[in-house]
Every structure is written in C-alpha cells, then in structure tokens.
C-alpha cells in the first residue's frame, strides 16, 4: 500500500489542524493505520493509531483528549484531528500501515512522506 501524508502548516498555540492520509491500494480496509511524529534529533515517536475495522483507536498520553483519529473506507483516507496544539507538537508527522495497531514505529511496513507541523507560541 502506498500512503500520502497532508495537511501540515503553522498554527498557532491553540489552534487546530487536520491531516490527512491517503491510501493507494485496494486493500487499505485490511490494514491499520497509525501516525508518528518525528522532531529534529529525536526518535520518531507514536501519536496514535486505529484498527482495520475503526472500532480501535490508541493514544499517546500526551494527545490524548486533544487529537482524534478517524478513517473513511470509502475514500481509502485516515485522518488526525489535532486541537488545541502545543508547541511541543511542533514535528514531521507521519503515516504509517500494517496488519496490526502497533505503538513503536518498527512495528509498520508502510509508510507516507512526512507532513510538517509547526505550532508557534
């Protein structure tokens, strides 16, 4: 499978942005899917991940009640809904798929290009 990351940008503290996923492949409904960011001299690290089937999702601690992931089958799309955004969010944020929800990043085969996300003060 193919993915395609978008939606990154400056925002401000507070503000909000939306990404986007988007899948090449006829079988993007049988993978899971999850979001790493990766900021400057750090690993890459887990934000959030859903099941093939949406009925999962998975939250790193620091986003949680702030981000929301959801997926559209029809449109072979996942997409992270981030609020209320921190500096400390500031990274590359990518996608990634695999059969199964993992919380490290060498768990996923596939991966999109980076999206970069600057959140300023």
């Known amino acids: 499978v193919q993915l395609q990351a978008s939606g990154g940008g400056l925002v401000q503290a507070g503000g909000s942005l939306r990404l986007s996923c988007a899948a090449a492949g006829r079988t993007f409904s049988r993978y899971a899917m999850g979001w790493f960011h990766q900021a400057p001299g750090k690993d890459r690290e887990f934000v959030s991940a859903i099941s093939w089937s949406g009925e999962s999702t998975y939250y790193a601690d620091s986003v949680k009640g702030r981000f929301t992931i959801a997926r559209d089958i029809a449109k072979n799309t996942v997409y992270l809904q981030m609020n209320s955004l921190k500096p400390e969010d500031t990274a590359v944020y990518y996608c990634?798929?695999?059969?199964?929800?993992?919380?490290?990043?060498?768990?996923?085969?596939?991966w999109g290009q980076g999206t970069q996300v600057t959140v300023s003060s």
């Open positions: 990634a798929a695999d059969s199964m929800c993992w919380g490290t990043a060498d768990g996923y085969d596939y």
